[in-house]
Antibody, heavy 120, light 110 residues
Framework: QVQLQQWGAGLLKPSETLSLTCAVS????????WSWIRQPPGKGLEWIAE???????DYSPSLRSRVTISLDTSKNQFSLRLRSVTAADTAVYYC??????????????WGQGTLVTVSS | QSVLTQPPSASGTPGQKVTISCSGG????????VNWYHQLPGTAPKALIY???QRPSGVPDRFSGSKSGTSASLAISGLQSEDEADYYC???????????FGGGTKLTVL
């Protein structure tokens, strides 16, 4: 059973860079697409970014100018960097695996979530 | 403002059937398959339905999905207290070139 374990700084000051990493174990890393999704306190889910097995990326239009997603296949890890954070970036951040099967694709495995708070 | 519109809340009594709607447009639901997730408080979301109406292994058949045009629905039959959670629809949007989620529906079991 695949497991996603994520980590990163939980408290940032405005204008700093958010950095999170997600390690994948118990299953194949290559051949899957990987995403980051966030959830502000008391609010809904917001997709942030996705990277496919070849390294091609897609980003949320509202965050594209500040975000980078990357792969480290040697470590079975992928990472998120979000620059110039503000209080509006305070959220629980999740990493997730995108499973493609029979023409569909969905997030079948999720990390445990990391609460990132932006405060001066 | 979410691209996909869900009712903020829904409710039902144990044993009842509840339906949650998800309304979108031609660039998202009208073109791409819809997934449904549920989220218990303090936990990560979990997939309930993929490709409009398919259940991942282990999801009870009390949960069913459907789609027509630019709208999708999640039905939960034989409602149980443990179904009390937040439910989200999701799909890809061809115009935005992005994955999109509905705003979420909080289901209360009375």
């Amino acid at each position: 059973q695949v497991q996603l374990q994520q980590w990163g700084a939980g408290l940032l000051k405005p204008s700093e860079t958010l950095s999170l990493t997600c390690a994948v174990s118990g299953g194949s890393f290559r051949g899957y697409s990987w995403s980051w999704i966030r959830q502000p306190p008391g609010k809904g889910l917001e997709w942030i970014a996705e990277i496919n097995p070849s390294g091609s990326t897609d980003y949320s239009p509202s965050l594209r100018s500040r975000v980078t997603i990357s792969l480290d296949t040697s470590k079975n890890q992928f990472s998120l960097r979000l620059r110039s954070v503000t209080a509006a970036d305070t959220a629980v951040y999740y990493c997730a695996r995108l499973l493609r099967f029979l023409g569909g694709n969905w997030f079948d495995s999720w990390g445990q979530g990391t609460l990132v708070t932006v405060s001066s | 403002q979410s691209v996909l519109t869900q009712p903020p809340s829904a409710s039902g009594t144990p044993g009842q059937k509840v339906t949650i709607s998800c309304s979108g447009g031609t660039s998202n639901i009208g073109t791409n398959s819809v997934n449904w997730y549920h989220q218990l408080p303090g936990t990560a979301p979990k997939a309930l339905i993929y490709s409009d109406d398919q259940r991942p292994s282990g999801v009870p058949d009390r949960f069913s999905g459907s789609k027509s045009g630019t709208s999708a629905s999640l039905a939960i039959s034989g409602l149980q207290s443990e179904d009390e959670a937040d439910y989200y629809c999701a799909t890809w949007d061809d115009s935005l070139n992005a994955r999109v989620f509905g705003g979420g529906t909080k289901l209360t079991v009375l």
